[in-house]
């Protein structure tokens, strides 16, 4: 007859499904801002992709009749073509993803330069 431990009770879980439970929670909360963040992207790139057009029309009719009209509005269009295209690089740099290169180039940059000083001082 096989014997069971006595403090097994399936009623509670054990350490290690509760690590697992919030470790699976936090993947989940990751899963979704980066589904947030592609979608806001996608947003993004299609409201470039409008603007850009807006903004060549526009620019064809200051060429033809140049108003201060359209003028402000060609100016507008360029703004937002500017934050937008800032949207779009700060998808692609943050600085949790840039943060453990940097500093590892800091660090072994710095010995890299340690130990050419004490090679150059040890040789001249």
Do not use: C
Not at 20 to 38: D, G, N, P
Not at 92 to 118: D, H, M, N, T
Request: proline content about 5%; aromatic content about 8%.
């Amino acid at each position: 007859m096989p014997q069971q431990p006595s403090e097994f009770n399936p009623e509670t879980p054990r350490e290690d499904e509760s690590e697992f439970v919030v470790a699976l929670e936090t993947v989940e909360r990751s899963l979704a801002t980066v589904k947030e963040r592609y979608t806001q992207i996608q947003v993004d790139r299609l409201r470039q992709a409008e603007l850009g057009n807006r903004r060549e029309d526009t620019r064809e009719s200051v060429r033809q009749n140049p108003t201060a009209q359209l003028k402000q509005e060609l100016r507008e269009i360029e703004q937002e073509l500017e934050t937008i295209e800032l949207n779009l690089e700060s998808s692609l740099f943050s600085w949790g993803s840039i943060k453990q290169p940097f500093w590892q180039a800091v660090r072994f940059g710095g010995l890299g330069i340690l130990l050419g000083w004490i090679l150059k001082s040890y040789v001249g």
